[in-house]
Every structure is written in C-alpha cells, then in structure tokens.
C-alpha cells in the first residue's frame, strides 16, 4: 500500500479491484487507494472528507461504497458515498448517533442496516441510498459493540456477540 494504516476497511469494487480507505498510522487517515490485482499495483485515489478508523464500510447496489461512522479521538456520525466511476466521495446523511465499532448489512432492498457501536443506545438504524437519509429501526436486546453481522439465506440478519463495556462481553444473538 501507499499509505502505512490499520484500523482500516476494504471492500471489492465491481471490476474486481479492492478500495482501502481510512485507518490510523499515528494520525486518523482520510486517504483512499485502490489495489489492481491484475497489475499487483495501488493508486491512490481521492481523499475521504472525514478522516477516521474502524468505519463500516457497505457496496450499495448502484456499486457506490458506503463508508460510515468509526472514531477520529471521538465516534463519528458521518457517512459519506465514494463513487467508483469517477473516483470521488460525496458526503452523504448522517446517522443519529455516533457510532464506533458498529456492524453495517445491506438488506435485499438496497436499504444499510446499522447495528451497535452507538454510546449507551441500543438502537439501530437504516440508511436509505434512494434519500440518503438515516431512520432509526428499533432497538436491540442489548446495547453492543464490536459484535457481527450475518444475512442469513431467508433475509433475517443475525447480530451476534460484541461488548457491552470493556468488560462485560456478550455470547447473546438477536434477529432483525
């Protein structure tokens, strides 16, 4: 890579590429580059608005990328939608609440479904790629971080695990 970083996220762009984007090395990363299997070579792309490490990060199905929340010295709110035609990132609606070490599913929809992470709330919420707008959901059993999320083959999202404080560690489940 570029860029030294962990704490980051990665995710598969359509024509088989793989978009790398925030992370820490020191300092919170806004930067972005791109991985070409073919030719074993990165390039770096255009730069995040936030920086931030440990976001989620979701393919909608117009094949943007979704990257949201995470934590720059405080969770994030702020989502935004990189574009991998043009190589741009747009700043898109904001959850309402911020949100660390939280779990992101895209439901057969389109719609991101956004679970834990989010400082003594258990709610979830959606993100709409139509609006770009977030709507709480409900809430959870439990308030969780760190924790996964699955789709299972009939739709039902499974939400499993996490922390609750740092420690007290849970082995509940929850369906959505």
Sequence with gaps: MNYLRCSHVASILANGSVLVVGGYNGVYLATAEVYNPTTNTWTNT??????????????????????????????????????????????????????????????????????????????????????????????????????TISTLTNGTILVAGGVFSSNIYLNSAELY
């Design 46 to 147: 255009a730069n995040m608005s936030y920086a931030r490490q440990s976001p989620t990060i979701s393919i909608l199905l117009n094949g943007k990328i979704l990257v949201a929340g995470g934590y720059n010295g405080g969770s994030l709110n702020v989502a935004e939608l990189y574009d991998p035609s043009s190589s741009t990132w747009t700043v898109t609606g904001s959850m309402n609440c911020v949100r660390n070490s939280h779990a992101a599913s895209v439901l057969a929809n389109g719609n991101v479904l956004v679970t834990g992470g989010c400082n003594s709330n258990s709610f979830a919420e959606l993100y709409n790629p139509s609006t770009g707008n977030w709507t709480i959901t409900g809430n959870m059993t439990a308030i969780r971080a760190s924790h």
